[in-house]
């Protein structure tokens, strides 16, 4: 109890002291940040700073959820989770990455998509485990339930970026060039018989050639590209579950992206600590 009776600043200290690798990536890259964040104010690119500070609050979020809700993050995930932070908003937004680097974004999608699995995986599991819940689950529809969770929230995403782009003219769904087109609304007959353009190579708009040497497709296959590596990525984790409860937490693999209750976390920790030479297995 006297724990939760010192000041933020001292707690902080406390728990950044918990494990030495998440300690270590924490700071490494929320000094990456600040560094970032004063010089986007030298430069007077408040949008910037603005990112920046929103990432500093983000990077506090596991910590927040460990210490309020009582749940474990393995450390993998909790660094997962920096790392995946740090590389959309600093790299992604700030550094272009998502521009110079074509799979970038499919890269953190998929992550997303896995992570997104491992949340809702997590919270089927801890409430089949809640004694006074008269709740349970066969492994396979609790894996189906971390895959239906992840593709959830990937939708939800992508309509996020639907909307911030209609509505503020941004261009979230990054746009593709492509060199065949098929339309009915080119179909002069009105016979709904899709009318297919090949070999695009110069559009023009209001006059004015693109210079893009294609079409340009607005969203859609940045969408559906999305979409599928979030597939991808949740059908991975969904197996993986699948087999950690099927063998009901046997393996460590699994263990690093799945969190748990903080008194299940400490019963582990003990008993890891009685008999170390035992490991995971």
């Given amino acids: 109890m006297e724990k939760r009776r010192l000041p933020k600043s001292l707690r902080l200290k406390a728990a950044l002291r918990h494990n030495l690798p998440v300690t270590v990536v924490y700071l490494v890259l929320r000094l990456i940040v600040i560094v970032s964040l004063v010089s ?3 430069r007077k ?3 910037s ?3 920046c500070v929103l990432v500093l609050v983000l990077f506090l979020l596991p910590m927040f959820i460990e ?3 009582r749940i474990h993050l393995p450390d993998t995930l909790e660094i997962i989770i920096l790392l995946f932070i740090f590389a959309a908003e600093i790299l992604g937004e700030l550094q272009c990455y998502f521009i110079q680097y074509p799979h970038w974004d499919t890269m953190l999608h998929t992550t997303s998509g896995f992570l997104y699995a ?3 995986f997590s919270l089927i599991d801890i409430l089949t485990r809640n004694s006074k819940l008269k709740f349970s689950m066969t492994p396979f529809y609790m894996a189906l339930v971390a895959f239906c969770f992840s593709m959830t929230i ?3 995403w992508e309509f996020f970026e639907f909307g911030m782009d209609r509505t503020f003219n941004l261009d979230m769904q990054k746009d593709t060039v492509v060199q065949t087109i098929s339309s009915v609304t080119l179909d002069q007959t009105n016979s709904n ?3 297919v353009i090949r070999n695009i190579h110069s559009v023009s708009v209001n006059g004015q050639d693109l210079g893009l040497d294609g079409y340009l497709d607005i969203g859609l296959y940045d969408t559906m590209e999305d979409l599928f ?3 991808v990525g949740a059908v991975v984790f969904s197996i993986i579950g699948f087999f950690y409860i099927k063998r009901r937490g046997e393996g460590s693999f699994a263990r690093q992206f799945i969190p748990t209750i903080q008194e299940d976390a400490d019963e582990a920790h003990d008993e890891k600590k009685q008999c170390p030479e035992t490991g995971d297995g």
Wanted: proline share 4%; net charge neutral.
């Fill in 193 to 195: 018989t899709p009318v």
């Fill in 45 to 47: 690119q408040y949008e």
């Fill in 118 to 120: 491992a949340v809702g």
């Fill in 229 to 231: 590596v979030n597939f």
């Fill in 40 to 42: 986007a104010l030298l």
């Fill in 49 to 51: 700073a603005f990112l």
């Fill in 154 to 156: 990937g939708v939800l």
């Fill in 67 to 69: 210490r309020n809700f």
